[in-house]
């Protein structure tokens, strides 16, 4: 009888950069992908959707090519829960799919809680948020603009605040071009008086002395209550807006409810240093769905998801063959942050923490990452 072989759940950054993983070190196991759609959506792609300088087309990439290369059998269907303690997976319309081991890459969930955030654009929740701030800014004659981003209060490591710097900048620069900035007036807001601290503290006071440069007002300390149409409420006050961005805090997909999975506090699938899940054999967690053990500044991006992707592939080919599951991933922040005309590169070890200058070869350098990365599933 023929083995179920391994199953993949998701089609994003880690789910992709398991599978590249798995065939690179030789697995010849039959690989199953399922996810709602046949596609890659470059996401840090999507800064550059306002000023139009990305289409969607641009960033959504079909992956059959990919999939018939690497071999891999696609199950367009959302996953509903598991069973067996992960061996059998359980997909939209009661179809099971059993699996030797099984990778979860499924993403996370912002998490959607204050009142009036539908008031609210979320940047992060797909290519459609970036087209529909490219059509609100393109309307606008002028006005308020408040950007900010919160965490998960649970869980350090789930926020995405770098991309909501980029929105900022790019926005301020896009209206500069435009010849409009002077009707506008933007404020970034965050419930901390330093916000993005993993970053570093030399890269937040690089980021905040920008904002002061670009006469960029800043609302640092006070808690978000609720949003209203033209307006944020703060515990310190108001914050006039006819445009609102804003980026909360991650948790575990709504699935995940459905399972025996253990959970972190913040609702993440809680995980080893070996990407394992906690208690269940052949399981394994990469990218934004897992809680892994590390400092308070792991990042949520796609690098460390690559970086877990390697390690979990290693280990479930050591576990099908009954080896010891040794293998461990680096924790490691590395981004750039672009404002449309120049970049800032922070990097962040347990050793160093490197904050470069705004400097214009880095734009340039985010450009041609983006070219590099997406050449591989075209």
Known sequence: ?????????????????????????????????????????????????????????????????????????????????????????????????????????????????????????????GISAAEEIRERLGAMAGGAIAIGFSGNPKEPAAVRGGPMFEFLFAIDTQLRREGRRGQFTLTFFHPKAEPGKRLGEQAVQGILAEMRRRGIQTHLGHKPLRFEEDKVVTEGGEIPADLILFMSGMTGNAWLDATALPRSPGGLVAADAQCRVRGW?????????????????????????????????????????GRPETAGFKTELLCIIDTLEQGKLVWRTDARTIALPWLRPLHWAKAHFERRYLKRYR
Not at 286 to 297: K, Q
Not at 311 to 318: E, G, K, P, R, W
């Open 1 to 125: 009888m023929s083995s179920p072989g391994i199953t993949v759940l998701g089609s994003g950054f880690g789910a992709l950069s398991t599978v590249r993983e798995l065939r690179a070190r030789l697995c010849t196991a039959p690989i199953t992908l399922i996810s709602p759609r046949a596609e890659l959506h470059y996401l840090p792609g999507s800064i550059w959707i306002p000023s139009g300088r990305r289409r969607r087309e641009d960033l959504v990439v079909p992956l059959a090519p990919f999939f018939e290369r690497m071999k891999v059998r696609h199950v367009q269907a959302e996953v509903t829960g598991l069973e067996d303690a992960g061996r059998t997976v359980l997909i939209r319309g009661a179809e099971r799919i059993a699996n030797d081991a099984l990778v979860i890459a499924t993403g996370g969930r912002f998490i959607r809680k204050l009142p009036g955030i539908e008031h609210a654009i979320t940047p992060c929740e």
């Open 281 to 321: 054999p052949r399981t394994y967690v990469v990218g934004d769905a897992g809680s892994f053990p590390g400092p308070d500044w792991a990042p949520k991006q796609a690098h460390m998801a690559d970086l877990q992707a390697r390690a979990a592939a290693q280990n479930l080919i050591d576990a099908l063959a």
